[in-house]
């Protein structure tokens, strides 16, 4: 390649096209205004690469699913498989249904229709 001895004069020639290729460094902005390096300090903003499918409150766009201490089937969907109960951040639960699902786990749990525990063995 007849490139690499004009390589060194390439800053100041401003006449010819530069060259696309790898030898630049990564945004090589040498000449433009936001050189100072403290400005970089903020994170980049959160981007998902895919977008995250909406969470919404189950027992708000069903009506008919009553949340009940006795139908622990329906419970164990909003428990972690240690037995506790999700967080409302994670299934999306509004908070006053995650009230309402909180008390029918609790209750579940005394009537012996959920664990407490793993460590539990009958
Ligand atoms: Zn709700």
Redesign the pocket.
Known sequence: MAEESVKTTETTAGSRPAPRSAERPAGGREGARGERRGDDRRPPPRRPRYPRKRKF?R??ADTSMQIDHKNPDLLKQFITDRYKILPARVTG??A??QRALTTAVKRARNLALLPFTPLHHD
Request: charged share 15%.
């Open positions: 409150c027992f708000c639960t509004c006053k249904h």
